[in-house]
């Protein structure tokens, strides 16, 4: 996702079994995004809280984001070291700009590499595919579902696959007001933007 789609917003994931019992659950308080020399940066605050919502956790965490390497922010990486101070997430892609262009919903394909305690010694890197993306308009709000294939190498060897049916909710401004990941065994996650 874009670092415009999460500045000072809240952002609620809440994780469920294949019959729906809460998990878990996470809070991301974004900040503002800050221009520096030559990148962006932004601190996001991250709160865990287990099934009974009882608060396990606390962190801050700064996310980089270079504009010509077109770093992105993600939170669906159960793989990723969220707990490092400084995050930068790097993606190579020729469309992901396109990821939101509602005119063209064209398939996505992203190769991403954490710069991340234990992930970047690992040589982390991982493969996006989101693709069978389809729109629906209902009044005043937009939801596009897609498919998203997930492979996470490390070493070159691939450490993790997931697959996903997605779907996502925008309001007229074009942010993110929801979205739900469902995994194939029926698993799934929530993300809800305030």
């Known amino acids: 996702m874009f670092l ?22 996470q809070l991301f308080e974004a900040g503002k995004i800050t221009k520096k020399k030559d990148y962006y940066e932004i601190k996001v605050t991250t709160t865990l809280y287990d099934k009974n919502k009882t608060l396990k956790e ?3 965490t700064t ?22 101070k400084e995050t930068e997430i790097s993606t ?15 398939n996505v394909d992203l190769d991403i590499s954490f710069d991340s305690g234990l992930m970047n010694f690992f040589g982390s890197k991982s493969t996006i595919k989101i693709y069978d993306r389809k729109k629906e308009i209902n009044n005043r709000s937009l939801s596009i579902k897609s498919k998203i294939s997930i492979k996470a190498y490390a070493f070159g060897i691939r450490i993790k696959q997931l697959n996903y049916l997605l779907t996502e909710k ?3 401004n074009g942010l ?13 996650f929530t993300m809800l933007y305030k």
Request: proline letters at 4%.
């Open 4 to 25: 415009e789609q999460i500045e000072g917003r809240t952002i609620e994931r809440e994780n469920y079994n294949d019959k729906g019992d809460l998990l878990n659950k």
């Open 58 to 60: 606390k962190y801050t």
């Open 63 to 84: 996310y980089k984001c270079e504009p010509e390497k077109f770093s992105i922010v993600l939170f669906v990486f159960p793989f990723a070291d969220p707990k490092s």
């Open 170 to 172: 925008l309001n007229s």
């Open 176 to 188: 993110l007001t929801y979205q739900k990941f469902i995994e194939n065994d029926g698993s799934y």
């Open 92 to 106: 190579k892609s020729i469309n992901f700009k396109e990821l939101y262009n509602i005119e063209k919903l064209a």
